[in-house]
T-cell receptor
Framework: GDSVTQMEGPVTLSEEAFLTINCTYT??????LFWYVQYPGEGLQLLLK?????DKGSNKGFEATYRKETTSFHLEKGSVQVSDSAVYFC????????????FGDGTTLTVKP | EAGVVQSPRYKIIEKKQPVAFWCNPI?????LYWYLQNLGQGPELLIR????????DSQLPKDRFSAERLKGVDSTLKIQPAELGDSAVYLC?????????????FGEGSRLTVL
């Protein structure tokens, strides 16, 4: 079956540091890939997505590139802020199989001033 | 535009008691999902609706869990009787597109504590 493996957390960084959160997946076919973010006290919300190989999703300074050859979708940001402190979930969703989604276990990021 | 609304946000019950969670999806979203999120884990699908039809309930523990989506809009998830292991966050999500690139829109979740 499908699976998503995320870099284990928690991750603690100083403000303006570079961020990478690794995500690899196992799936048949060519799913769409997503990063969702959950800020404290809020629901999950879409951060960015990519729908095919070599696509780059970007939003709020975050980027991730769909790498089919390495089955990866690593999240990066060049300079994190305190407001980026949240839990980040990598997910995949099939175009077939009734759009079934599979989520990673989440990575908690804390950014200190 | 209103997002996905869930209630209650928090619920504490004793084991063997019943509990129900309610979800109102974004207007126009025909696809509705209930997810279970245990502490430190990602969401796991319990059931998916297309309009009022449950099209994927393979992960729903049917001996104690039930769900309905009358009229294809809001939905209720029920647990009866609750067990200690049911303590978790129950997430509702909706989407405009049933598959592929369509993103999921989540509610804030209902946190259940079973004592």
């Amino acid at each position: 079956g499908d699976s998503v493996t995320q870099m284990e957390g928690p991750v603690t960084l100083s403000e303006e540091a570079f961020l990478t959160i690794n995500c690899t997946y196992t799936a048949t076919g060519y799913p769409s890939l997503f990063w969702y973010v959950q800020y404290p006290g809020e629901g999950l919300q879409l951060l960015l997505k990519a729908t095919k190989a070599d696509d780059k999703g970007s939003n709020k300074g975050f980027e991730a590139t769909y790498r089919k050859e390495t089955t990866s979708f690593h999240l990066e940001k060049g300079s994190v802020q305190v407001s980026d402190s949240a839990v980040y979930f990598c997910a995949l969703r099939h175009n077939t199989n009734a759009g079934k989604s599979t989520f990673g276990d989440g990575t908690t990021l804390t950014v200190k001033p | 535009e209103a997002g996905v609304v869930q209630s209650p946000r928090y619920k504490i019950i004793e084991k063997k008691q019943p509990v129900a969670f309610w979800c109102n999806p974004i207007s126009g979203h025909n696809t509705l999902y209930w997810y279970l999120q245990n502490l430190g884990q990602g969401p796991e699908l319990l059931i998916r609706y297309e309009n009022e039809e449950a099209v994927d309930d393979s992960q729903l523990p049917k001996d104690r869990f039930s769900a309905e989506r009358l009229k294809g809009v809001d939905s209720t998830l029920k647990i009866q009787p609750a067990e200690l292991g049911d303590s978790a966050v129950y997430l509702c999500a909706s989407s405009l597109i049933a598959g592929g690139a369509g993103e999921l829109f989540f509610g804030e979740g209902s946190r259940l504590t079973v004592l």
